[in-house]
Nanobody
Framework: QVQLVESGGGLVQAGGSLRLSCAVS????????MGWFRQAPGKEREFVAA????????YSADSVKGRVTISRDNAKNTVYLQMNSLKPEDTAVYYC?????????????????WGQGTQVTVSS
């Protein structure tokens, strides 16, 4: 069974940085794209960033461009989300997700498996 486990969330002050990790098991990690989504209380889950199976292509939402970098280490079966210059509006639960194809989508329906999420709180 596919498992995705996020880690690295926590409390950080505005302007600070945080790196989230997502460890994947149960599938051949290098065969599929990965994505990060986030969801604030009472809000819809929204796309943050995605990366292709090889790591050669990345995508990010306009709201985080220039501040967020997605990467993956296929040897470690892990995908990362580096977040810099964090803002209070970045506060949310961040979810890691795996797509079926090698090229990930930017919508929630493109992903098959999801982690439990990790909380990121940015204080002002």
């Amino acid at each position: 069974q596919v498992q995705l486990v996020e880690s690295g969330g926590g409390l950080v002050q505005a302007g600070g940085s945080l790196r989230l990790s997502c460890a994947v098991s149960g599938r051949i990690f290098s065969n599929y794209g990965m994505g990060w989504f986030r969801q604030a209380p009472g809000k819809e889950r929204e796309f943050v960033a995605a990366i292709s199976a090889s790591g050669g292509s990345t995508y990010s939402a306009d709201s985080v461009k220039g501040r967020v970098t997605i990467s993956r280490d296929n040897a470690k079966n892990t995908v990362y989300l580096q977040m810099n210059s964090l803002k209070p509006e970045d506060t949310a639960v961040y979810y890691c997700a795996a797509s079926r194809g090698r090229i990930p989508g930017t919508v929630r329906s493109a992903y098959d498996d999801w982690g439990q999420g990790t909380q990121v709180t940015v204080s002002s």
